[in-house]
């Protein structure tokens, strides 16, 4: 893209901000964002469709911000694919808060023509877990599938780590800015995607791994891609949030059955039981998209796919994560950074302990912490007990849904105010 383009792509994103839903009001009319900028204030007040905050900002035509992330992308080798662009994925555009532009870090492979599925999953994975993300991803992007996954720790790590293993195409959707290396543990690997696919957000460059930009994210993940494939998650966790957009954003969800009883298998087993596609082996997956992609889809590479059958710890030693995952368990390092908090924030002594070790729950939450919150997730916070577990179902408030709850309960996790804890429940930290 052509700097100035790329220039009032960076001004409109800054105006308009991440997942708004007036942007696509304001793309239906405006191909060229420099149209927009060039408005008079009289023209700006008469836009429809829009808000007066909206409207007031765009009528600030500073671009010093603009110009100075113009200039770090370019020497930094980041790509600009604006919402006009003929690289920005046609699939993105048909949500309903698409991004302004995306900022890439390698070469976006061909989304448009490819099929495309995202893997989702917990962080904490049973061995299960890792060997089945591990040999789909695997056996998916040597069918000439595109994966797409948020780069996370456990089942989005080893999916990008099995598509590379196969020499296929990967792109990783952050909710930080590319310039920061999140989760720091994936450093080898953010590299090695940049090499052989995308690593893309939407975020500024500096922007920090904060919590609520995670599911703000999800949106994207889902929106590349035809289907979503969810590995392993409790019930209430961020892949879910991502199932969730993905159904509402009309793309396929497919879910992998687990062990009853078991935590990280509540997810997709509640996800089947509501209509979700069963995955059982990638067949299941690819045949879904035969009659559209027959003569894309490599069936002779997914067969020596099969057959070659690579070990996990060989593809995530070779990207620098194996031992991250060793027998499926992993304790981070920094938790806070784990959770999607930026690095430095404050946590009670026992945070770095397992989950299923009980610990003192957190009551010192500083004013400017709930200040954060939007109301809704504030008040089901306030309702947690500070002594004992809860339920989501024991959070219900008269005019939230369960599903509202359920994602507010992930957003204080990734807030680091409360932790997920076995069978489906909840504790303040």
Known sequence: MKDENSLYWIWLSEKCGIASKEFGRLAERYDNPFDLYRLEEDEIEHLEGIGDGLKLRLCDKALDNAYATLRYCKQNRMDIVGYSDPRYPARLRSIEDPPVLLYVLGKMPDMNNRLCVGMVGTRKMSEYGRQTAYKISYELAAAHAVIVSGMALGVDGVSACGALAAGGSTVAVLGCGISVTYPKEHAKLMKEIGKHGAVITEYPPAERPIGRNFPRRNRIISGLCQGVLVVEGAIGSGALITAKKAVSQGRDL?????????????????????????????????????????????????????????????????????????????????????????EGAVRPATASV?????????????????????????????????????????????????????????MLELSGLISSLPGGLYVRK
């Open 254 to 342: 497919f879910a992998l059955p687990g062990k009853v009883n078991e935590s990280n298998s509540d997810g997709p087993n509640e996800l089947i039981r509501n209509g979700a596609l069963v995955a059982l082996c990638t067949e299941d997956i690819v045949r879904h998209y035969d009659f559209l992609y027959h003569d894309i889809i490599n069936y002779t590479g997914l067969q020596k796919a099969k057959a070659k059958n690579v070990p996990v710890d060989d593809a995530l030693r070779r990207y620098g994560v194996a031992s991250l995952y060793d027998r499926g368990s992993y304790v981070p390092t920094n938790p806070a950074v784990d959770h999607g908090v930026e």
């Open 354 to 410: 397992p989950e299923k070790i009980a610990h003192e729950p957190r009551t010192d939450v500083s004013a400017e912490a709930l200040a954060a919150l939007d109301e809704v997730t504030r008040r089901i916070f306030e309702r947690m007990p500070i002594d004992r577990a809860v339920a989501p179902d024991g959070l219900t408030l008269p005019d939230v849904d369960t599903g509202t709850v359920i994602t507010s309960l992930t």
